[in-house]
């Protein structure tokens, strides 16, 4: 049950645009549309911001977006803010009816 | 709105056990799955364990560094879901939340509860 593989830390500009990778194998993230992503500011309880791969709950802005391709699945955040500065952990349901999360990525808005 | 509320965190000793709570309220409790996700301090996030709805087969699913240590139970009368910790070791130190679960993701998180194994 490893942790899904993400980048330590991805960086970008006011109004830039990131994404962020988050590589699994065909037992999670290739396996099941079950994909999620996490936002999670210092001290703060984490926020789910997208889940099924590309669905945003309800209050998410529409700038986070997600997508899936084969094993991978991706967060990209549109016209970056300030407020973005956080870390984000991707999960996934597994084959052995478990969940798996990525190890993070600390996001900093130059 | 959904609330969840942990309690039951503390410091204990290498080898000892402790039971976590968590209530739940502003959902049918008795139709959730309810997950614990553990968070050591600095580091990130760690799924640790499933309770499915009684519906549901009320089923239990593990993380491997705690299976056989750890087991969830709930009990809908009191919408509370348990996370009994034995052997507890210096890793398993972390803030513990419960969450809510919906098409495999977690929408729903309570403030967490901090659970201290140290000499």
């Known amino acids: 049950q490893s942790a899904l593989t993400q980048p330590a830390s991805v960086s970008g500009s006011l109004g830039q645009s990131i994404t962020i990778s988050c590589t699994g194998t065909?037992?999670?993230?290739?396996?099941?549309?079950?994909v999620a992503w996490y936002q999670q500011h210092p001290g703060k309880v984490p926020k789910l911001l997208i889940s099924?791969?590309?669905i945003r709950p309800s209050g998410v802005p529409d700038r986070f977006s997600g997508s899936k391709s084969g094993n991978t699945a991706s967060l990209t955040i549109s016209g970056l803010q300030a407020e973005d500065e956080a870390d984000y952990y991707c999960?996934?349901?597994?084959?052995?009816?478990?969940?798996?999360f990525g190890i993070g990525t600390k996001v900093t808005v130059l | 709105e959904v609330q969840l509320v942990e309690s039951g965190g503390g410091l204990v000793r290498p080898g000892e056990s402790l039971t976590l709570s968590c209530g739940g309220s502003?959902?049918?409790?008795?139709?959730?799955?309810m997950n614990w996700v553990r968070q050591a301090p600095g580091k990130g996030l760690e799924w640790v364990g499933v309770?499915?709805?009684?519906?549901?087969?009320?089923?239990?699913y593990y993380a491997t560094a705690v299976k056989g240590r750890f087991t969830i139970s709930r009990d809908d009368s009191t919408n509370t879901v348990f996370l009994r910790m034995n052997g507890l070791k210096a890793e398993d130190t972390a803030v513990y939340y419960c969450?809510?679960?919906?098409?495999?993701?977690?929408?729903?998180w309570g403030q967490g509860t901090l659970v201290t194994v140290s000499s």
């Open positions: 969450t809510t679960e919906r098409s495999g993701a977690l929408p729903n």
């Open positions: 502003g959902f049918s409790f008795s139709g959730a799955w």
């Open positions: 309770i499915r709805s009684k519906i549901s087969g009320g089923t239990t």
């Open positions: 065909s037992s999670d993230v290739g396996g099941y549309n079950y």
């Open positions: 099924d791969v590309t």
């Open positions: 999960s996934s349901h597994t084959s052995s009816s478990t969940y798996v």
